[in-house]
């Protein structure tokens, strides 16, 4: 009845556009499952076997396709399409780190204005909130644990268990999404897949999502059988199952995704499971991921998204012709990247045409595996497909620039930031075709690996070799630059990050190594100005604000240095986003909100792991807090810097109170610990006598 009450107002008001299908009588609940880097070939329904059983039961009962057409080989790129049914042009995201602004509607909102429960639980870096897909999400889970950076993941199984602990709790009806991130490299499954070795681990790593699915699905039967007396008859429940893109394994020279965009990296498997509704079928065409939300929002009886780029497949779905509408692909990763041309195409029936400087045609039903560029004898097939893409490419974009957020403007220039520059448009022609850059890539992968593996000495020696044959490779730029950093030489590094930004787009990673390598050369006021770059062209990464904090205090801009960590703890409330907030307010001589945040920092961690309890303590001390005080200096470890300071201040609480024994205890330890500490002591009345004693 929610979801009906939802449509019903926006009736009223005059936002339902008219034929708007009405709603079922009974809202369904509905499950999204999204498994990234997943090639249809690894799925039993597809080749054969029995390797993913709970994804194969869904394909079986549902109506499958084997081969979606997936906008984008990247993770954010492509889930911005499939969630608001917009190709990448159009939604303005075209690689990982970007931010979706906040033009497009996403599915999540349109199905919390119907008024469902909403929830979400990613297991990959890429798919932060702070990229911009959380909206409409009343709980955005993306909790990651392994990792760091861009590889920063959760395991399937803990995923999951996140998922199930919320929907035990849930209203119907709702709307989850869950995410699995492990067939993403680096491989690491728990146990192999008997075969290739490269294949052996990815697929591994393909069964450990089945296995997790199947677990899903299964709590949510229990959970349905639990509450049958509530709906008799039992919830109606739509499952859509999908991958964001595919895998190479080798095909075409690409190892793992992102370069190209043939059918190893662009294919992917997508799945319709409603029972009683969508009957068991297999479809024949290639619908595009854009058209997954469009079809969802049909089946659940909700009012359409507008002006989109994907179409409903329910007539296809209800047994009518497959689906013949193009579907727009493209790879900007050799651009952003390396400086080289990007790549878009369309794939159309049995057709798929690359935009390339070098053009490439193929007829996908004769050559699956594209190995035969039959542009040549079919030009006039070329250009027909070339006037699709412009179709998709002439469209006005939809998307409101995520880096220009009028608040987030608003608080950068209180900071004093005046702007580097803003995002680069559309690449230049006459780029270098990235077919013909392949044996460089494979050199530039070389030295990305080694800098991986913290050998940083050897990745110089290949990135050098790099930018021998291409002098201003962006990659080979910022990645030198990298490895420069590591080893200590600064301002060698500093110099080759600004030639890689003023060569390429602007990447925001090697803006913050830019930033990092200034701060190495003491250059606080410079890092700084590169640090509200990076922020404001990633608002939503703590990290980044807290950097920025980092450089204004060193530079003395204490004030300012606040303000941009007290965003960082806003964006995210974590123990170390709030103890650097509390020492950046203590140097500000803010005692009390330092003692504040430093007090909440500790019962977020617990008292065991609270890694400044010295710094507490001195600093309640200071506001004559003291028995507070005496309980966090006792505390104070070894391993903290102010130890030896919070011995001392301890020594001096235990004195004035008359328990001498604790008091030189205490002083003992503080002298120990730094015996400069000595004069400072032998000046104070109330421990000049301890030492005398001693």
Known sequence: MMAARGVLLLALAGGLPAGAAAPPAAAPDVLLITVDTLRPDALGWVAGGDATPAIDRLAREGFAFAGAVAPSPLTLPSHSSLLTGLVPPRHGVRANGQLLGAGPRLLAEAFAAAGYETAAFVSGYPLSRAFGLARGFGHYDDALSEGEGQWLERRAPDTVAAALGWLRTAQR???????????????????????????????????????????????????????????????????????????????????????????????????????????????????????????????????????????????TLEGGE???????????????????????????????????????????D????????????????????????????????????????????????????????????????????????????????????????????????????????????????????????????????????????????????????????????GDWQAAAGEWMEVVRRQPGVARHWSNLGGALGRGGEVERAVAALTRAAELERSPDRLSRLAFAEFGAGRLADAARHLEEAAAQAGAPAFRHAGALGLILYRLERVEEARAWLARSSRTEPEYAEARLALARVEAAAGRAEEARRALGEALAARPGLRPEAQADPLLAPLLADG
């Open 366 to 521: 004769e050559d699956p595996m594209e190995t035969t560029n039959v542009y040549p004898d079919n030009v006039a097939r070329g250009r027909a497909m070339h006037r699709m893409l412009r179709q998709f490419l002439d469209r006005e974009p939809v998307a409101s620039s995520g880096v220009d957020d009028p608040e987030v403007l608003a608080k950068l220039r209180a900071l004093g930031y005046l702007g580097a520059g803003a995002a680069p448009g559309e690449p230049p022609a006459d780029l270098p075709d990235p077919k013909a850059r392949l044996p460089l890539r494979g050199l530039l992968t070389e030295g990305q690996e080694l800098l991986d593996a913290g050998a940083f000495a050897g990745a110089l020696a290949k990135l050098d070799a790099a930018l021998a044959e291409e002098p201003d490779n962006p990659f080979a730029l910022s990645r030198s630059g990298l490895a420069l950093l590591r080893l200590g030489e600064s301002a060698a590094a500093a110099e080759r990050l600004r030639r890689a930004l003023a060569r390429g787009p602007g990447e925001v990673e090697t803006r913050a190594l830019l930033a990092e390598a200034l701060g190495q050369a």
């Open 173 to 315: 009806p709702w709307f989850v999404w869950v995410h699995f991130y492990d067939p993403h490299l680096p491989y690491d499954p728990v146990e192999k897949t008997p075969g290739k070795e490269a294949r052996g681990g990815y697929d591994g790593e393909v069964a450990v999502v089945d296995r997790a699915i199947g677990t899903l699905l299964a709590g949510l039967e229990a959970a349905a059988a639990g509450r049958a007396e509530e709906t008799p008859g039992g919830a109606p429940r739509l499952a859509v199952f999908a991958a964001d893109h595919g895998e190479s394994l080798g095909e075409h020279g690409e190892a793992s995704h992102g370069y190209f965009v043939y059918e190893s990296t662009i294919a992917v498997p997508l799945v319709f499971h409603y029972p009683g509704i969508v009957a068991a079928g297999r479809g024949e065409g290639a619908p595009g991921l854009v058209d997954v939300a469009p079809t969802i929002l049909d089946l659940a009886g909700l009012p359409p998204l507008l002006d989109v780029d994907g179409v409903s497949l329910r007539p």
């Open 322 to 364: 497959p689906p013949l509408a193009p579907s727009y692909l493209e790879s900007f990763q050799p651009w952003h990247s390396y400086g080289w041309s990007p790549l878009r195409g369309v794939r159309h029936g049995d057709w798929k045409w690359i935009a390339a400087p070098v053009p490439e045609l193929y007829r996908l």
